[in-house]
């Protein structure tokens, strides 16, 4: 079965940093088109960032330089480092995954990822 599992979220003034971690089990990482998601209430997911099987990356336009996805090779887990956080970042985040094959542009589909974590929320506020 394949697992996806996030962590790292958490509550971080305007500014800050944090760091998202995606542990995958029953599912190999580095053979699959990963991308790391976000909600907030009331509207439908967004892409923010994408890794493809080749390690190239793609990011939704308003990352704007600030966040930066990666993958832990040894342990088989997907990152997201965000940067100068803004409020409107506030949001669950979730990390998703399909087949070998990426379509990077954005706006992503969120429909064509079949794996999903069960999200970690991240709240930026003073």
């Known amino acids: 079965e394949e697992l996806l599992e996030e962590s790292g979220g958490g509550l971080v003034q305007p500014g800050g940093s944090l760091l998202l971690s995606c542990a995958a089990s029953?599912?190999?990482?580095?053979?699959?088109?990963m991308a790391w998601f976000r909600q907030v209430p009331g509207k439908g997911r967004e892409g923010v960032a994408l890794?493809?099987?080749?390690?190239?990356?793609n990011y939704a336009g308003f990352v704007k330089g600030r966040f930066s996805i990666s993958r832990d090779n040894d342990k088989n887990i997907l990152m997201l480092r965000m940067n100068n956080l803004e409020p409107d970042d506030s949001a669950m985040y979730y990390c998703?995954?399909?087949?070998?094959?990426?379509?990077?542009?954005?706006?992503?589909?969120?429909?064509?990822?079949?794996?999903w974590g069960q999200g970690t929320q991240v709240t930026v506020s003073t």
């Open positions: 029953g599912l190999d990482s580095s053979n699959h088109c």
């Open positions: 998703a995954g399909r087949g070998r094959t990426c379509d990077r542009s954005f706006p992503l589909n969120h429909s064509t990822y079949a794996y």
């Open positions: 890794r493809n099987i080749d390690g190239k990356t």
